[in-house]
């Protein structure tokens, strides 16, 4: 069954116009790592050069962002849906 | 370093049509002291068509991780990602596309912050060809409204006043 991960409209292009990539269960950096094998430019976004998230993006398991979990150890069960979300704020 | 920008006398003012301001405006004026959040989306014969209304989580944020959400939802605001996800989408699916990101900032000016900036010029930013919208509030009443875009061949963005289109 795998994990579905899910790239929403804005990203798409990275991925040839897809709107899901299907991986590996583990931990959420396993599933990264399969995500940059598919694009290595959509995993070039999402992790800064030292391999942490870059500050900008959110990473969900399911409806829980990973910041508040195990960040790339987080684990992702087959069936799991993984997000991949730029945030948007600001402020006075 | 970057520095607020406010508006620009000089440059052309944008039309918006009132039905759009007025919605966006009773947005703002409903959730003050905390600052409103959402986006307008269109097509290329009308750019600026339907409001959007999106959750402003901030609040949220700073209660679960003050050290990393050091501000609040009335000195910020941080678009809940899934109405913002699913506005994209049936934009798309009505053949339009976000082009405006709106918000409010509460007893302070319409301009644009460093940080509304920061989030703006990120490589990553959902929408890079949007205008940002920044609606002032002062005393429970909407008093200012300017909307930044990014000038032709400038690596910044312009603050052009906002007119009312009756139509």
């Known amino acids: ?92 | 370093m970057r520095r607020r920008i406010e508006v620009d006398p000089d440059l052309d003012p944008v039309v918006l049509p009132t039905s759009v301001l007025n919605e966006i405006f009773a947005h703002a004026r409903e959730v003050a002291p905390e600052e409103c959040c959402g986006l307008i989306t269109g097509g290329d014969d009308a750019r600026y068509q339907h409001v959007v209304r999106c959750r402003n989580d901030m609040t949220l944020w700073h209660r679960r991780d003050a050290e990393t959400y050091p501000r609040d939802g009335t000195q910020g605001f941080y678009m809940n990602e899934q109405d913002y996800l699913r506005a994209d989408e049936e934009a798309l699916a009505r053949g339009e596309r976000v082009t405006c990101v709106y918000h409010s900032h509460v007893e302070c000016g319409a301009y644009f912050s460093e940080m509304d900036q920061d989030f703006a010029s990120q490589e990553l930013f959902p929408f890079p060809d949007a205008d940002h919208l920044v609606v002032a509030v002062t005393a429970g009443k909407v008093v200012e409204q300017v909307l930044f875009r990014r000038e032709p061949g400038a690596d910044r963005f312009g603050g052009r006043p906002v007119a009312h289109d009756l139509r």
């Open chain 1, 1 to 92: 069954m795998g994990v579905t991960v899910r790239v929403p409209a804005v990203l798409r292009a990275l991925v040839g116009g897809r709107a899901e990539l299907a991986v590996p269960a583990g931990l959420l950096r396993d599933v990264l790592d399969a995500v940059g094998r598919e694009s290595p430019e959509l995993l070039s976004r999402v992790l800064a050069q030292e391999g942490s998230l870059r500050r900008h993006v959110n990473v969900f398991v399911n409806e829980e962002d990973v910041r508040f979990r195990e960040l790339l150890d987080t684990p992702v069960r087959e069936g799991d849906c993984v997000t991949i979300v730029p945030s948007i704020a600001g402020g006075r």
